[in-house]
């Protein structure tokens, strides 16, 4: 897809365009496309990194417990899947499974939301590991570093589905 599509496009249509940049949350690229026209990327994600940034704490909320879990069997959109699997996450073995479900259930009974990580390039080991590391993190923290690593899978997202050359 091209920048210059999505400058385009209509506002119903830049969302369905952009859709999944942001977990079950279209209300970000609907803000987003407000500002158009975009003259780079960059400039792009840097509008939706605003949005996202200048939400409520309750519309940040919403969006962190838009994610699936790590490791869980349950349903997910496409991108979660296709990120999930890459890292290892959507088949793992029986004593794996259980780790991962106790760890998520502990850290989201100490945080009350899902654990929010950009797993591409990381393994299973290594995602267990951050997770049980910040555990110990204050709650606050944490939410911020959810939100950090939202923005992070977006720009991961976004990137893929514009590719090179609108950089």
Known sequence: MKLETLNA?????????LEGIFEHSPWIVAETAKLKPFSSVDELFGAMESVVTSATHEQKAT?????PRLGSAGKMTKNSTGEQQGAGLRNLEEEE???FSELNAEYEKTFDFPFIMAVRGKTKS?????MKTRLSNAKKDEFETAIEEILRIARFRLDDLLQAGDK
């Open 9 to 17: 496009a209509a506002t119903e249509k830049f969302v369905q365009l």
């Open 63 to 67: 969006l962190i417990n838009a994610h």
């Open 97 to 99: 499974a259980v780790a």
């Open 126 to 130: 290594e995602i267990y590991t951050v």
